[in-house]
């Protein structure tokens, strides 16, 4: 199965995968159309790059999302693990050196892994577990932090890599690309892809089959909180500093943009692909609703909005059964 789609349904034409598939880009494509003729520089190249360093972030906690969602899970603790890696990074330069950065990456794997396994082994709801250490990530952060912002260490390699550009592209952007091209890579040449796609579209079906279904969520669970911590790297590049709320208004925004990406919240359908242009359509839409005049205060009532439609769409209530 396709690391970029993978809908759980038999061959053949179906109109609902279809309409998921394509309406996307097109909202996506109509999106930018729409800016160009209302502020014509949007589509500069300066403008652009300017979207992809802001954007960056975002993408790659959508993206990482997108993981524990396929399953059938969700994940509310990216926020406060992304805001956590920048306090982190401060607090363990003096030990780690250089290697800071790698080492927060590597907690924020293992925390993610141990996340996912304590969500499958215990039976405990997945909102309820992410919303747990959601809460305690982010008191870890006060706590560390004082409460305060903190500049950032001058000679750490690996962010002083993620603040500059390469061929006047923002090194950012080249990490969704990374990003996306190892993820994309292992769900397509091994297990894990289909046991994703499996685990999401049945869980009772998925372990008659033989997934296993805590190693499988492990993993979803790693993967998003690894591109959590790599996106608070990729804030503090272009901050400069770490805070202990640096992410805390990108929980919602990450969860909109993997529905509006096509992928459904109930698991089994989307992928990596719908990941990124949902992603990049919410991404743009911050820049949409302030070229049409929308106070950023409001903003969030947007995106809420949007959220309820999104996931309205493209909730399988069939396998669910009751909504409650």
């Known amino acids: 199965m396709?690391?970029?789609?993978?809908?759980?349904?038999a061959e053949g034409f179906d109109l609902a995968v279809a309409l998921r598939r394509f309406v996307p880009i097109s909202v996506l494509v109509l999106l930018l159309g729409a800016s160009a003729i209302?502020?014509?520089?949007?589509?500069?190249?300066?403008?652009l790059t300017g979207f992809v360093s802001d954007a960056a972030p975002l993408l790659i906690l959508v993206i990482g999302s997108t993981m524990p969602i396929l399953t059938g899970s969700i994940d509310?603790?990216?926020?406060?693990?992304?805001?956590?890696t920048g306090v982190l990074v401060v607090q363990l330069a003096p030990i780690f050196g250089p290697w800071t950065c790698l080492v927060v990456l590597l907690i924020a794997i293992a925390f993610g892994a141990l996340q996912g396994f304590a969500h499958a082994w215990l039976q405990i709801p997945s909102f309820i577990t992410t919303l747990g250490t959601l809460s305690m990530l982010s008191g870890l952060s006060l706590l560390l932090s004082n409460a305060t912002a903190q500049p950032l260490?001058?000679?750490?390699?690996?962010?002083?890599?993620?603040?500059?550009?390469?061929?006047?592209?923002?090194?950012?952007?080249?990490?969704?690309?990374v990003v996306v091209a190892l993820?994309?890579?292992l769900m397509r040449y091994s297990r894990i892809g289909r046991d994703l796609f499996a685990l999401g579209a049945g869980e009772r079906t998925a372990v008659m089959s033989g997934v296993r279904t805590i190693r499988v969520r492990s993993f979803a669970f790693a993967s998003s909180a690894g591109c959590a911590a790599l996106a608070g790297l990729a804030l503090v590049s272009v901050t400069e500093?770490?805070?202990?709320?640096?992410?805390?208004?990108?929980?919602?925004l990450s969860i909109v943009g993997v529905v509006l990406g096509g992928t459904a919240i109930s698991?089994?359908?989307?992928?990596?692909?719908?990941?990124?242009?949902?992603?990049?359509?919410?991404?743009w839409l911050r820049v949409a609703t302030v070229l049409i005049g929308v106070a950023p205060t409001a903003q969030y009532i947007v995106f809420g909005i949007m959220a309820l439609i999104a996931v309205g769409l493209t909730t399988d209530r069939g396998k669910i059964g009751v909504i409650k």
């Not at 209302?38 to 403008?47: E, K, N, Q």
């Not at 260490?153 to 080249?174: K, M």
């Open 38 to 47: 209302v502020a014509p520089g949007t589509l500069s190249f300066s403008a």
């Open 2 to 9: 396709s690391a970029f789609r993978g809908t759980g349904r």
């Open 183 to 185: 993820l994309a890579l």
């Open 76 to 84: 509310l603790s990216v926020a406060g693990i992304a805001s956590l």
């Open 153 to 177: 260490p001058d000679s750490d390699p690996f962010i002083t890599l993620l603040s500059n550009t390469t061929f006047g592209i923002p090194n950012t952007g080249y990490a969704v690309i």
């Open 241 to 252: 500093f770490s805070s202990p709320t640096l992410a805390g208004n990108l929980l919602l």
């Open 267 to 283: 698991g089994g359908v989307g992928g990596l692909w719908a990941g990124v242009i949902g992603g990049l359509i919410t991404a």
